[in-house]
């Protein structure tokens, strides 16, 4: 008997004759929310290093274009023969790299793992709307994973016309190998990926509006899952999308359609397609792609909001605020996708109109950064490594964020579009700071999700090298932006111009060798402490939110007894009583929501 | 010089091995305290930490504008001061902005870093607050919005006028093809699907303008006067990137796209500027101590160029064009050499 087949509102959720899940129903084909949590986080964490490991042969490559390295025979076969990178797989590297990192790590694994752990759990639910829906969320998500993988395994390599895979390049196998099987390969997984997104995404929105516990009113809840809620509405309304795009360039390279391809001379020959347009697909493409940055960003945002409010001691500074800022920037998200496209040959007065949305995300995002350094003022901050985290989040949120204002700019575009500039600014402000978020999430809630705690020291180690080398691979790559050179380039050896600028790339690969190498620790302390932590306690981190309220020890339905009731929002850290002699519960700096409004408290919010 | 970076990698993965050792160790639970939550010696040493990021990050930040803004290219065309203006003073917004938040972000998470005994304030709202942060960027970007978008359309929308040279930019896997209007000033018709043998940007052959038409493999173009681009692709997106003239355009299968700018800077004398005399001697400091060249390479002469910046295939890293910028007579003397369209499938017929 599973707990998704009960009614959730049902406080008496377990009766007698509960029978003991076997092993597939408990670690594999489980329907409960919290480990379909772990499955996704640690599928996710397997991408992630899958992901990072293929940017460190680009960097090795991009430092070093002219050497051999035994490495590139060991780990790419007859791509890197006599240890010398092909330049097809190069560009494939890049291909696979954007879109592991992007979809499987920030928004599967990110997305994923803690939306499903902490709806339920802080919005006062015994599991997901439909657990088996979000069962099958996970498993089409790891049958997306494997496909993905495979495509390195295929005669003419994987997919390689870029993440974001333009036709006609990605669409003639003619143009580049990798277009061949492997960039079907890569539509078949996005195709499944969308579709496990859609099912996670309609399920999270489900259960937040729904199944929220008595006194759980839409402004009580914790920021984390005002997020996920949000993202998984932008999920719904932009994937689709990307699946059309894909349908239609699955049509035109399997169909003869001539939906995104016209007037096209290829190794002698002139193929029929006639009357399709490239820019269609753009438009297609990151009507996607846009919102999927925020989809990344945003639970990230909802976690480190959670995570500095507790450590802070504080509530988090404009609550309301902080939820209207988020729907702000997932309205605008979703119309600023034209900023990809300044010189695309799209109407320069469209590209003046998505100037203007673009520009106008700095205002939301500019509240959020604004907020989090308030909250952090005059706070007592418990330098938790999640917390550290989270700081740096803010930080590179906001290093990365103004270079947008760059970027945004049609006119400052034209010259730095696809050079090392844009690299630079979405690794900072989307990679770096949601893989801050996923970190701080994975610190912070390791307690609720494998009962023990992770090693703090190594946190702090793993915290440090990480921002010096982000910084350090980030901020210098602006420079060869600027100074005009190109991304997606194998090597730069052709240009005897950018020669100057040879040192800096070493420079970056090195702070990204150093980098990479620093997640090692965070391997070890992960898989270390789900065997050996210490065994925590029920609320390690002082926490008011209701996840804190449930034992250490997982059970069907979360809570044993009742599902608590909520009297209160999720900040009230730090609040005194009314004459200002002690906190509201003497000697505790925070009240958890499921405590009634006390006599001598006034009360917030409402 | 790789020797010594391997060195100094290998010298820092030993560090970080000790490193791990001593981590070891300390993660021993010797001490009463293993609870794995920041205690008080934590939040005072990690917040010192926060300082001596500040430090790095400070340090990095004045490295990068000292050493490396050299990089930013020259401009040689009319609008790029223009450009150039917009894009310092927007580069001195975010790095104004840039320096107060990140002071602020760190040194709060050194000031306030937890004390056994310390009191958070609890402090929830400020409307004024929050309205003074959300009105100054309104009104900055509102500024920014309004001086990009003038320099937009005035970039963007070119008019064609009696002294404006009309030159194709013709993109193939993997080079470029310029293609002259000759004497009649018209571009003949062109499609793919009149490509063959000489024929290879697909003129139609029956139209008499194309005949006058002069196909060259290097981009050269008078200095001062007004040039406007049309781009064609015969096979797959590309994207015509000129960083010197900072223009930029995506080349597209199947439809005509164009930009236009005026050179305002001839090779010869970007090539004596005291920036570019500089920075070539550095190169070629570079290149004569670099082994993997031949002897004729050794030399460089700073050139233009015209590099494909949108991801095309294999040797998308290899796309470039050669591009002159000389007087316009240098420029008359060249076009009238160049053989047109015509000639050439005279000659291919003969």
């Known amino acids: ?606 | 010089m790789t020797a010594l970076l391997i060195i100094l990698v290998a010298a820092l993965l030993g560090i970080t091995i000790w490193q791990i050792s001593k981590i070891f160790k300390l993660s021993q639970p010797i001490e009463s305290d293993d609870s794995q939550i920041a205690n008080n010696k934590d939040n005072q040493k990690q917040g010192k930490m926060f300082l001596v990021f500040t430090v790095f990050l400070y340090g990095l930040m004045i490295y990068s504008f000292w050493e490396l803004s050299k990089f930013y290219a020259p401009g040689a065309s009319a609008h790029s001061e223009d450009y150039d203006q917009l894009f310092f003073i927007s580069l001195g917004l975010i790095m104004f902005v840039q320096v107060i938040i990140q002071f602020l972000i760190h040194w709060f998470a050194y000031k306030y870093r937890g004390k056994e005994g310390q009191k958070a304030l609890f402090y929830a709202d400020n409307d004024k607050l929050e309205f003074i942060w959300t009105i100054i960027p309104v009104i900055t970007l509102a500024a920014l919005i309004i001086y990009g978008l003038f320099s937009w359309s005035e970039i963007m929308n070119v008019e064609e006028t009696e002294d404006t040279l009309v030159v194709e930019i013709y993109a193939y896997q993997f080079d470029w093809r310029a293609r002259y209007s000759g004497s009649d000033k018209t571009l003949g018709e062109a499609n793919v699907r009149f490509i063959e043998g000489v024929n290879q940007l697909g003129l139609n052959e029956s139209d008499p303008y194309a005949q006058d038409d002069i196909i060259t493999s290097e981009l050269h173009l008078p200095v001062d006067r007004p040039v406007l681009f049309k781009f064609r692709s015969q096979d797959v997106l590309h994207s015509a990137y000129f960083p010197f003239f900072r223009s930029q355009m995506n080349v597209v299968p199947g439809m005509t796209t164009q930009f236009g700018f005026t050179p305002t800077t001839t090779s010869k004398e970007i090539r004596n500027s005291e920036y570019m005399v500089e920075k070539v001697r550095n190169i070629n400091e570079i290149r004569k101590n670099n082994d993997n060249l031949g002897p004729d390479e050794k030399s460089y002469e700073f050139e233009y160029y015209l590099l494909c910046n949108k991801i095309c295939g294999v040797s998308h890293y290899n796309m470039q064009m050669k591009i002159v910028v000389e007087t316009e007579e240098e420029y008359q003397k060249w076009i009238n050499e160049q053989q047109t369209f015509g000639e050439l499938t005279a000659q291919s017929q003969n």
């Open chain 1, 1 to 606: 008997m599973s707990v998704a087949a009960q009614p959730l509102a049902n406080d008496h959720a377990h009766e007698e004759g509960h029978h003991e899940p076997t092993f597939i129903e408990k670690y594999i084909f489980s329907t409960d929310h919290k480990m379909i949590a772990k499955q996704y986080l640690i599928t996710g964490l397997i991408m992630g290093f899958i992901g990072i490991a293929m940017s460190m042969l680009m960097r090795l490559q991009l430092a070093w274009p002219n050497e051999t390295f035994w490495i590139y025979e060991v780990l790419l076969g007859k791509f890197g023969e006599d240890g010398v990178m092909d330049p097809s797989i190069y560009l494939a590297l890049s291909t696979i790299h954007g879109t592991i990192m992007i979809f499987y790590v920030l928004t599967a694994g990110l997305s994923g793992t803690f939306s499903n752990l902490l709806i339920p759990l802080q919005i006062g639910a015994r599991d997901m709307a439909s657990g088996f829906m979000n069962m099958l969320s996970y498993w089409l998500f790891a049958i997306s994973c494997v496909v993905i993988v495979s495509s390195f395994f295929v005669e003419a390599g994987p997919a390689s016309s870029g993440w974001t895979v333009y036709p006609p390049l990605s669409a003639l196998p003619q143009a580049i190998g990798g277009s061949g099987l492997g960039m079907t390969l890569w539509l078949v997984a996005i195709t499944i990926f969308v579709a496990s997104s859609l099912l996670g995404s309609l399920n999270y929105i489900v259960t937040v509006l729904n199944l929220r516990t008595q006194g759980m009113t839409m402004t009580r809840l914790p920021l984390t899952i005002w997020a996920f809620f949000v993202t998984a509405i932008i999920g719904v309304v932009s994937f689709p999308v990307l699946l059309a795009a894909g349908l239609l360039l699955l049509m035109d390279r399997s169909f003869g359609t001539s939906f995104f391809l016209s007037d096209i001379y290829i190794q002698g020959e002139v193929l029929s397609y006639q009357g399709g347009s490239p820019v269609l697909y753009e438009h297609l493409f990151w009507f996607l792609g846009h919102p999927e940055v925020y989809i990344v960003l945003l639970p990230a945002l909802g976690i480190t909001s959670e995570i500095i409010a507790t450590n802070s001691r504080k509530p988090i500074f404009g609550y309301r605020a902080m939820i209207a800022s988020i729907l702000a920037i997932a309205f605008l998200s979703t119309v600023v996708w034209g900023h990809h496209m300044f010189v695309s040959g799209m109407n320069p007065f469209l590209g003046s109109v998505f100037t203007f949305t673009t520009l106008l995300i700095a205002i939301p995002s500019g509240v959020k950064a604004f907020n989090y350094i308030t909250t952090l003022w005059k706070g007592n901050l418990q330098l938790n490594p999640g917390m550290l985290f989270s700081i740096g989040l803010v930080s590179t949120f906001v290093t990365g964020g103004l270079t947008g204002i760059i970027l945004g700019d049609s006119t400052l575009d034209i010259n730095v579009h696809d050079t090392y500039f844009v690299i630079a600014h979405f690794h900072l402000v989307m990679g770096i700071s949601a893989l801050y978020g996923l970190f701080a999430g994975i610190y912070h809630w390791f307690p609720k999700m494998f009962g023990r705690m992770m090693n703090k020291n190594l946190g702090y180690v793993h915290f440090w090298i990480t921002a010096i080398g982000a910084y350090g691979i980030f901020f210098p790559m602006h420079f060869i932006g600027m100074a005009g050179l190109p991304r997606r380039y194998y090597k730069f050896t052709e240009f005897p111009y950018f020669d100057d600028l040879a040192d800096t790339n070493i420079l970056i690969s090195v702070f990204a060798f150093i980098t990479a190498g620093a997640q090692l620790f965070f391997v070890y302390n992960f898989i270390h402490s789900i065997f050996y932590g210490k065994k925590a306690e029920r609320n390690p981190w002082r926490s008011t939110t209701l996840e804190w309220t449930t034992p250490v020890e997982h059970i069907h339905g979360n809570w044993p007894g009742e599902i608590p009731k909520v009297y209160r929002w999720s900040y009230d850290y730090s609040k005194m009583n009314k004459e200002d002699t002690d906190y509201i519960i003497p000697g505790q700096d925070y009240v958890p929501q499921n405590v009634p409004i006390q006599e001598n408290e006034e009360e917030m919010n409402e």
